[in-house]
T-cell receptor, first 115, second 115 residues
């Protein structure tokens, strides 16, 4: 079974600063993918970034980067230059590359960006 | 990216009635779709996997007779909440993977309120 742990229920950051959202995972599978999604108050799930277990480079997408430390089983999301519109719930998720391609989600971190 | 739609986006119904929620993949074919439920301030929990042309696979603890899933075509899956009760009030969201694509595409969600 897979497990995703997000230990930060909430995070505060000031506009234009960087913030790191923590995520650790547990799986016995060797091939898996890690995802981060943003969920604003509207409820839609917005895909941010993906990291494959065999990817040697950390994934980056604009202001988002994923700090992947395989030995520690961590996949932290780094948001640089925070904007007010970044205020939302953030979910870390995992998909193993065998059987179903469903996602297992963490409990989420609420990020609030202040002016 | 690919688009998944859901209808309705919100619904209010009386206790004891049945509610049907549609999930459509608009620009790709989806042999598999996933249905998630999200209670307020909680994470997404997988309810069932919808398979085109065959029976859905339900997660442990999800009543198959209460949450009827029909995946009649490659672009449409429906979730029917039968004899809905207030405890079924939740945010229901579907998603569809695309083979060979890392991203899993989510619908905008349906907010169900049972009075």
């Amino acid at each position: 079974a897979q497990k995703i742990t997000q230990t930060q229920p909430g995070m505060f950051v000031q506009e234009k600063e960087a913030v790191t959202l923590d995520c650790t995972y547990d799986t016995s599978d060797q091939s898996y993918g890690l995802f981060w999604y943003k969920q604003p108050s509207s409820g839609e799930m917005i895909f941010l970034i993906y990291q494959g277990s065999y990817d040697e480079q950390n994934a980056t997408e604009g202001r988002y980067s994923l700090n992947f430390q395989k030995a520690r089983k961590s996949a932290n999301l780094v948001i640089s230059a925070s904007q007010l519109g970044d205020s939302a719930m953030y979910f870390c998720a995992m998909r193993v590359n065998s059987g179903y391609s469903t996602l297992t989600f963490g409990k989420g971190t609420m990020l609030l960006v202040s002016p | 990216g690919a688009v998944v739609s859901q209808h309705p986006s919100w619904v209010i119904c009386k206790s004891g009635t049945s509610v049907k929620i549609e999930c459509r993949s608009l620009d790709f074919q989806a042999t598999t779709m996933f249905w998630y439920r999200q209670f307020p301030k909680q994470s997404l929990m997988l309810m069932a996997t919808s398979n085109e042309g065959s029976k859905a696979t339900y997660e442990q603890g999800v009543e198959k007779d209460k949450f009827l899933i029909n995946h009649a075509s490659l672009t449409l899956s429906t979730l029917t909440v039968t004899s809905a009760h207030p405890e079924d009030s939740s945010f229901y969201i579907c998603s569809a993977p695309i083979a060979g694509d890392n991203e899993q595409f989510f619908g905008p969600g349906t907010r169900l309120t049972v009075l």
